[in-house]
């Protein structure tokens, strides 16, 4: 929630999973099988990240249960 939100930027997304983890995920052109592959926010490389400071730009709705509770 706190990609959508604008309260993470996208490098700390990925360098920070809640899971610990991501997915590498590679989509061939050619008919050969696509792959999905976890990968350790540790082992992410360099020129895979985005820059620090890039966020998600999304309108975002507050949740009418938030609105009704507050």
């Given at each position: 929630?706190?990609?959508?939100?604008?309260?993470?930027?996208?490098?700390?997304?990925?360098l920070?999973?809640?899971?610990?983890?991501?997915?590498?995920?590679?989509?061939?052109?050619?008919?050969t099988?696509?792959?999905?592959?976890?990968?350790?926010?540790?082992?992410?490389?360099?020129?895979?990240?985005?820059?620090?400071?890039?966020?998600?730009?999304?309108?975002?709705?507050?949740?009418?249960?938030?609105?009704?509770?507050?």
């Amino acid at each position: 929630m706190s990609i959508r939100s604008g309260k993470m930027d996208l490098r700390d997304a990925f360098l920070k999973p809640e899971e610990g983890f991501g997915f590498a995920v590679k989509i061939n052109r050619d008919r050969t099988p696509d792959s999905i592959t976890i990968i350790l926010c540790d082992r992410l490389e360099e020129d895979w990240l985005p820059m620090a400071g890039e966020f998600l730009e999304l309108s975002t709705e507050t949740n009418p249960l938030i609105s009704v509770l507050t």
